[in-house]
């Protein structure tokens, strides 16, 4: 039973009391002040109620909007598809990769280890080889169309993770600290190659040899300085 | 004095396709005697199992031992720590660049790297060849 109800009911039942003519005034008193406080309660919870009511409400909506939006994120196809997916396209791209290396480098050791005693001979096997070097090329078209289904799904789950990241308010958690080996690799290992190539500004030239050490990117030139 | 063309090299790289482009140039350059490491461990066992060789060529980025690891095994070791020592990286931040050097590293090399830049880097380690 809500709170304003039994206080409207004591209410009534003061009533009852107080009209039934009782002869002792400290009675009545003791009424009257019960009186005072059933219209006092009735007012605070009355009020209390309706902020309860109305916090309970928004935490309603917020779930259900939650809900929506982690649904609207389709995880399950991000999970179960999208990114399996772009798992194996990145794997056949290494594989591709790898294979037309391995072609590549094994038709230029084969023309660097043959020796030139029959010049036509040397021709045709030159020609073959070289032929079949730039069929290897042909791994670029490929590879090219499976990173960009990659980038497709990257993209794809960026948009949604900023637009629930935006919907819900999210602020980012301190980062958790990963496993053992995760620890030694960001303490020990390069980030690797930058997309921008390592090319110098002078900046950086001058921060190295001024003695302030920067995160500025040092060419093969600059290094170079540095042993001579 | 003239460098031994016959003197064993080591490369160290966990990409076997890196340790092929490295091992040809070298043939390229003359040098034939060349052996390999999958990692900095690997490369320390073969050189403290009392293989001697006249450079080590090492990548940066391995597991379970870097290329940096080994440099300061190889300096911290009476016998090992003349060896002549370039490093390859895909990555030459300035302070991994003098890390390396203030550890011991004779010469840096950034990938992607061409035979002119490997014979320049190695004439400066070991002599003209």
């Given at each position: 039973?809500?709170?304003?109800?039994?206080?409207?009911?004591?209410?009534?039942?003061?009533?009852?009391?107080?009209?039934?003519?009782l002869?002792?005034?400290?009675?009545?008193?003791?009424?009257?002040?019960?009186?005072?406080?059933?219209?006092?309660?009735?007012?605070?919870?009355?009020?209390?109620?309706?902020?309860?009511?109305?916090?309970?409400?928004?935490i309603?909506?917020?779930?259900?909007?939650?809900?929506?939006?982690?649904?609207?994120?389709?995880?399950?196809?991000?999970?179960?598809?999208?990114?399996?997916?772009?798992?194996?396209?990145?794997?056949?791209?290494?594989?591709?990769?790898?294979?037309a290396?391995?072609?590549?480098?094994?038709?230029?050791?084969?023309?660097?280890?043959?020796?030139?005693?029959?010049?036509?001979?040397?021709k045709?096997?030159?020609?073959?080889?070289?032929?079949?070097?730039?069929?290897?090329?042909?791994f670029?078209?490929?590879?090219?169309?499976?990173?960009?289904?990659?980038?497709?799904?990257?993209?794809?789950?960026?948009?949604?993770?900023?637009r629930?990241?935006?919907?819900?308010?999210?602020?980012?958690?301190?980062?958790?600290?990963?496993?053992?080996?995760?620890?030694w690799?960001?303490?020990?290992?390069?980030?690797?190659?930058?997309?921008?190539g390592?090319?110098?500004?002078?900046?950086a030239?001058?921060?190295?040899?001024?003695?302030?050490?920067?995160?500025?990117?040092?060419?093969?030139d600059?290094?170079?300085?540095?042993?001579? | 004095?003239?460098?031994?063309?016959?003197?064993?090299?080591?490369v160290?790289?966990?990409?076997?396709?890196?340790?092929?482009?490295?091992?040809?140039?070298?043939?390229?350059?003359?040098?034939?005697?060349?052996?390999?490491?999958?990692?900095?461990?690997?490369?320390?066992?073969k050189?403290?199992?009392?293989?001697?060789?006249?450079?080590?060529?090492?990548?940066?980025?391995?597991?379970?031992?870097?290329?940096f690891?080994?440099?300061?095994e190889?300096?911290?070791?009476?016998?090992?720590?003349?060896?002549?020592?370039?490093?390859?990286?895909a990555?030459?931040?300035?302070?991994?660049?003098?890390?390396?050097?203030?550890?011991?590293?004779?010469n840096?090399?950034?990938?992607?790297?061409?035979?002119?830049?490997?014979?320049?880097?190695?004439?400066?380690?070991?002599?003209?060849?």
């Amino acid at each position: 039973m809500p709170a304003t109800d039994v206080a409207t009911r004591i209410r009534s039942a003061l009533d009852d009391i107080k009209s039934t003519n009782l002869d002792d005034p400290r009675l009545m008193e003791v009424l009257g002040l019960a009186e005072n406080l059933v219209d006092s309660m009735k007012i605070f919870f009355g009020s209390l109620d309706s902020s309860v009511h109305g916090e309970f409400r928004y935490i309603a909506e917020y779930i259900a909007r939650t809900r929506d939006e982690i649904a609207a994120l389709r995880p399950n196809d991000i999970q179960n598809a999208r990114l399996p997916t772009a798992g194996a396209e990145l794997e056949a791209v290494v594989k591709d990769t790898e294979k037309a290396t391995d072609i590549i480098m094994s038709m230029a050791e084969e023309i660097l280890e043959e020796n030139p005693t029959d010049l036509d001979a040397y021709k045709a096997m030159i020609d073959g080889k070289m032929m079949q070097m730039i069929e290897a090329c042909s791994f670029q078209d490929i590879t090219g169309q499976r990173v960009s289904k990659v980038v497709e799904t990257l993209t794809h789950i960026e948009e949604r993770v900023s637009r629930f990241s935006e919907v819900m308010g999210v602020l980012d958690a301190a980062e958790e600290q990963g496993d053992e080996k995760e620890e030694w690799r960001k303490e020990n290992l390069l980030n690797g190659p930058q997309l921008d190539g390592p090319a110098t500004g002078q900046d950086a030239i001058d921060a190295l040899f001024d003695g302030d050490i920067s995160d500025e990117q040092l060419g093969q030139d600059d290094i170079d300085s540095m042993f001579d | 004095m003239a460098v031994d063309m016959a003197m064993p090299i080591l490369v160290v790289d966990d990409y076997k396709t890196m340790i092929r482009i490295i091992r040809n140039l070298l043939k390229q350059l003359g040098f034939n005697n060349v052996d390999e490491a999958a990692d900095g461990q690997e490369a320390l066992q073969k050189m403290q199992a009392g293989a001697k060789f006249g450079l080590v060529i090492s990548d940066w980025n391995m597991e379970p031992m870097t290329g940096f690891e080994l440099l300061k095994e190889v300096r911290g070791d009476d016998k090992l720590k003349g060896t002549p020592f370039i490093m390859i990286t895909a990555e030459s931040k300035t302070e991994n660049v003098i890390a390396a050097k203030r550890a011991g590293v004779n010469n840096y090399i950034v990938k992607p790297f061409n035979a002119a830049t490997l014979k320049a880097k190695m004439s400066s380690v070991i002599g003209d060849f």
